[in-house]
């Protein structure tokens, strides 16, 4: 008979097999639109993955569904094993995921430190970034602390928009096209966080226009085409893979 300390090794085994994402048969609508058209990937703890495609192929719609923002769902969307197809957002939320989303959504009203502080505990207290911690990784917001958030220049407030999730404890984020229209030292920046959040053990899935910045920093990418996967390869063949991706993205 397995004594109690081995039945507990065991399920935490188990979570710990368990991927950090698995999307399978994902199907979404805005309305009548039918724009997810059967989406399968999988992401591991750890990973950063990244979603290329042009305009319109479904990428920020597939983050968007696993957070529940799109109109009806059908398929599977399982976060560490467990299957949240039919939870509310609130509740996709506390699986420990945080969505950075394209439009930042910065409250204007608060300055960017009341930002940082607002969003509620969602995950694992392991990963929730003290502010000192923020602060020393986005020297730029300790300096705007007290600044309203929409008077940050665009940069600051991408970084603050990615800070904000790192308050909450969250160890699965979804990240929509973080470097767009950024300057190069900020973009350059942003690289170094993606690299210092996946040696902390975050899971990363990024929507990524910019390729260059992208490329080096993933492990696997998956390429996306009229909402569905039409390319999956890892980071050891991405050179093998750049005819193909010339003509799917024009890179």
Known sequence: ???????????????????????????????????????????NRGEVVTLLGRNGAGRTTTLRAIMGLTGRRTGSIRVGGRE???????????CGIGYCPEERGIFSSLSCEENLLLPPPVGDAAHMMSLDEIY??????QERKASQGT??????????????ILRTGASLLLLDEISEGLAPVIVQALARMIV?????????????????????????????EHGGIVEHFGAGELESKMPALHDLLGV
Do not use: C
């Open 1 to 43: 008979m397995n004594t109690m300390a081995e039945r507990e090794n065991v399920e935490v085994s188990g979570v710990a097999a368990q991927p950090a994402l698995e999307i399978a048969g994902l199907q979404a609508w805005y309305g009548e639109s039918h724009i997810l058209h059967g989406v399968d990937l999988t992401v």
């Open 84 to 94: 949240t197809i039919d939870m509310p957002t609130h509740r996709i939320a506390h």
């Open 136 to 141: 020393a990784m986005f020297p730029n917001l």
């Open 151 to 164: 008077r940050l220049s665009g940069g600051e407030q991408q970084m603050l928009a990615v800070a904000r």
């Open 196 to 224: 210092t959040l996946k040696a902390r053990g975050y899971t990363i899935v990024m929507v990524e226009q910019n390729f260059r910045f992208a490329a080096p920093l993933a492990d696997r990418f998956y390429v996306m």
